[in-house]
């Protein structure tokens, strides 16, 4: 059973940054593919971008040029560095390893002046 744990969530104004980590556990993490999703108040979950075994990521057009996903398969972690935030970007991250059930408690992104 793998476990994903999501921090580096807070409060910041808009145009700000934020790096959030997603710490995985029970699984080998170098052979899954992984995503970062995020779900705003009233909304559905949605996904934000995602990394191949391979380092290679994607974006949703939305994030393109703000957001970037990196992963460190000596910690088993992945990254999701999130710059020039803005309001719509506040919701709940969650991480999720590609092809499993497997998703963390999630962390909190508000972005408010």
């Known amino acids: 059973q793998g476990r994903l744990v999501e921090s580096g969530g807070g409060l910041v104004q808009p145009g700000g940054s934020l790096r959030l980590s997603c710490a995985a556990s029970g699984m080998v993490f170098s052979i899954r593919s992984m995503g970062w999703y995020r779900q705003a108040p009233g909304k559905q979950r949605e996904l934000v971008g995602s990394?191949?075994?391979?380092?290679?990521?994607t974006y949703v057009d939305s994030v393109k040029g703000r957001f970037t996903i990196s992963r460190d398969n000596a910690k088993d972690t992945v990254y999701l560095q999130m710059n020039d935030l803005k309001p719509e970007d506040t919701a709940v991250y969650y991480c999720n390893a590609g092809g499993t059930p497997w998703w963390g408690q999630g962390t909190q992104v508000t972005v408010s002046s």
């Open positions: 990394i191949s075994t391979g380092g290679s990521p």
